[in-house]
């Protein structure tokens, strides 16, 4: 009886805990439904536009999965831009690279295709900046 009593007075801690935990998983980890704008882009080594003034994406060569490859993207005003890669519908788990700014409002970094078993060629890199997303379609190789 004296356990049932300890675990009774001592219940809410462990209640409020869990709703700290829990606020706090909502701030920091959930997503919110954010607007995604695509951008059409014909050709991404020859570059594209972005939907904003001075906006301008490029890869220096057609990817391949699983080889690296360099994008810059021109982002007048932008803080600090982060590109990743998926596939329509379909799942290519944490591939976030950060850009290095190399002048005002030009950002530049390394990046490789993560495999895809499917062996699919239609990705999407997603555009990120300021809270801002941008996603534009190309094919790898």
Excluded at 107 to 127: E, H, Y
């Amino acid at each position: 009886m004296g356990m049932m009593k300890i675990i009774k007075k001592h219940a809410w801690w462990a209640a409020l805990v869990l709703l700290i935990a829990a606020l706090a998983w909502m701030r920091f980890y959930a997503t919110p439904n954010e607007e995604i704008t695509p951008a059409p882009c014909a050709n991404i080594v020859a570059g594209c536009a972005l939907p904003i003034p001075g906006g301008h994406a490029r890869f220096d060569q057609q990817p391949g999965t699983m080889q690296p490859f360099n994008i810059t993207v021109t982002w007048p005003g932008a803080s600090q831009v982060h590109a990743s890669f998926q596939m329509n519908g379909m799942e290519m788990g944490y591939n976030r690279y950060k850009l290095i700014a190399v002048e005002k409002g030009k950002w530049q970094g390394k990046a490789t295709l993560p495999a895809c078993i499917q062996s699919r060629k239609d990705w999407q890199v997603m555009l990120e900046a300021d809270g801002k997303k941008i996603v534009l379609s190309f094919e790898s190789r």
